[in-house]
Structure formats: structure tokens, C-alpha cells
């Protein structure tokens, strides 16, 4: 059921009654990301990603409907997990939270508590790949890689948010922002 006026919107089915209904749920980065790992926020062990989805109160049989502020950021990060574990029925809310208050439509407040999820992690190992397939990839020019950072950041001319990460680029990456994709929280269309 959609906000009087906004019968009519192009949104999947199931994305009002969800949205502002007491079922959403808030995913931190930091939190699905693996603590073992020098590295910020790479992707958590199976069992650790199902345990973190469970005690959200996450149900992969469900559709699952994932935005974030609006700027299309965090957004298909979230979609990917899913999707690399093994989530058949998951899609992005184009304009996220922005788009949806620049609409009008309703918004709820206070904290969401729910039951414990079902949820079982399957990894899909097509989905990631390893240091050792992106240097023979560099080497060999097997496959294209692209760098989604900001330009600045690929040029090596600022340096990384995050200590300790040196500045430049995979070599024979190709840039391509994720900014430059983007408008008001959805994928371009100029087509």
C-alpha cells in the first residue's frame, strides 16, 4: 500500500508495506566484515555472515529489499553479499532513503526488533577472486579490471581514507568511478 498520491510509482512489489512497516532491518559494514583480516571490511566466513544475518532476524527465503542513504554506495555492497551467499531474491531500492523521503512516502521511528532470522550461508565462489587470479589477470591482460575509486585516488594524487593502504593502482586497472554511474541514488540510463 503506497502513500495517497503515490499509488502509481514504479517500485517493485512488496517495497512500500515493507519499507515502512517494522521489518527493516540495519546492516553495518564493520559488523559482516572478517575481524581476523588485516584488512578492513573483507568478507566474513559463511557461518559468520548466517550468524550475523540470523540475529537480525534476516530470512533468505524472503525478499529482501536492501537501501541506504541514497547515494548508491553501500547499497549494492549489501546486494552482493547476499547474492555471494547464496540469497536468490534480493534487489536495491533506486533513490534509497533519499529518494524515498524526497517522495513523500512514509518513514517509521525507534528501534526494529525481530525474531531470530533463518538464514544458512552458501558461498558462491564465482563471486570472489583471489590476489593470485588478479595478478596473472595484470599480467596476462586475461581479464579487465576495473578500479571504482574516485580518480584522484586511482592517480595516486591523495592519499587512502584508510592507514597503511598505499597510494596508485592495480596495473592495466581501468578506472571507472562509481560516482560517474550514479544519479540521485540510481543507476544512469542515457541511453
Known sequence: MASPGQEDRN???????????????????????????????????????????RELGVNQD????????????????????LRTFGVEKVSILGGGLAGW??????????????????????FNPEAVVKVTDVLLASHENTAQIIDARPAARFNAEVDEPRPGLRRGHIPGALNVPWTELVREGELKNDR
Do not use: C
Open 11 to 53: 517500485v517493485a512489489p512488496g517495497v512500500s508495506e515493507w519499507t515502512y512497516s517494522r521489518r527493516s532491518v540495519f546492516l553495518i559494514s564493520e559488523a559482516l566484515s572478517d575481524h581476523t583480516s588485516p584488512l578492513p571490511h573483507m568478507l566474513p566466513r559463511p557461518e559468520t555472515f548466517a550468524v550475523a544475518m
Open 62 to 81: 524472503k525478499h529482501l529489499i536492501i537501501y541506504d542513504e541514497g547515494n548508491l554506495f553501500s547499497a549494492p555492497r549489501a546486494w552482493w553479499m
Open 101 to 122: 523521503q524526497r517522495d513523500d512516502l512514509l518513514l517509521e521511528e525507534g528501534a526494529v526488533e525481530l525474531p531470530e532470522g533463518e538464514f544458512n550461508a552458501t
